[in-house]
């Protein structure tokens, strides 16, 4: 097993989630945490590949987040090479990583640099009208907390604090 100052040497993100969720002691588990944060932080390209969710403190692999048959809602963050937050988008497709890697593709991101994504967030669920309705209500209440700051296809130009986004699905979700 590597030490703390390996795993950070070497950016073994997988190896601080495998000793994190391994970790028999309390007082090592929020050590762990902070080196998955901070190599999360500084290399974007585990982002393509995890979920990092710093509310509940857990690291989810896309895979055993998202099933084929299933209608997905998610929030993502796109950056540019300077590990910039360009845009924050809400969105909806039954095949979200396909969906996220064609973003890139798209013309306001190729005019504004922007070469990578940062998931925060995808919610799975079985009914294609559920999905659809919580991607609206994301909108709608984004578009509220932040107004002036939307952009056409569901963009924000500004940074979007997860508690906002959190309390609308939640509020959603409950009804």
Same mark, same amino acid.
């Given at each position: 097993?590597?030490?703390?100052?390996?795993?950070?040497?070497?950016?073994?993100?997988?190896?601080?989630?495998?000793?994190?969720?391994?970790?028999?002691?309390?007082?090592?588990?929020?050590?762990? *945490? @902070?080196? +998955?944060?901070?190599?999360?932080?500084?290399?974007?390209?585990?982002?393509?590949? /995890?979920?990092?969710? !710093? %509310?509940?403190?857990?690291?989810?692999?896309?895979?055993?987040?998202?099933?084929?048959?299933?209608?997905?809602?998610?929030?993502?963050?796109?950056?540019?090479?300077?590990?910039?937050?360009?845009?924050?988008?809400?969105?909806?497709?039954?095949?979200?990583?396909?969906? *996220? @890697?064609? +973003?890139?593709?798209?013309?306001?991101?190729?005019?504004?640099?922007?070469?990578? /994504?940062?998931?925060? !967030? %995808?919610?799975?669920?079985?009914?294609?009208?559920?999905?659809?309705?919580?991607?609206?209500?994301?909108?709608?209440?984004?578009?509220?907390?932040?107004?002036?700051?939307?952009?056409?296809?569901?963009?924000?130009?500004?940074?979007?604090?997860?508690?906002?986004?959190?309390?609308?699905?939640?509020?959603?979700?409950?009804?």
């Amino acid at each position: 097993m590597k030490s703390v100052e390996r795993v950070r040497a070497t950016n073994d993100f997988e190896e601080a989630c495998d000793r994190y969720n391994h970790c028999g002691s309390p007082r090592w588990r929020p050590v762990w *945490w @902070n080196v +998955i944060c901070e190599l999360w932080d500084t290399h974007t390209k585990w982002a393509k590949y /995890y979920i990092l969710d !710093k %509310v509940n403190k857990v690291v989810t692999k896309f895979k055993d987040v998202i099933k084929k048959k299933a209608f997905h809602v998610y929030w993502i963050s796109l950056i540019n090479y300077k590990k910039e937050i360009v845009f924050e988008k809400v969105g909806f497709s039954a095949d979200p990583q396909t969906r *996220w @890697n064609n +973003i890139l593709n798209e013309n306001y991101c190729k005019n504004n640099f922007i070469y990578n /994504y940062v998931v925060h !967030k %995808v919610w799975e669920l079985d009914e294609k009208d559920i999905a659809l309705g919580l991607e609206s209500a994301l909108r709608a209440g984004l578009i509220k907390a932040y107004r002036g700051h939307h952009v056409p296809t569901d963009r924000f130009d500004c940074p979007i604090d997860e508690q906002i986004v959190y309390e609308i699905a939640d509020a959603y979700l409950a009804a």
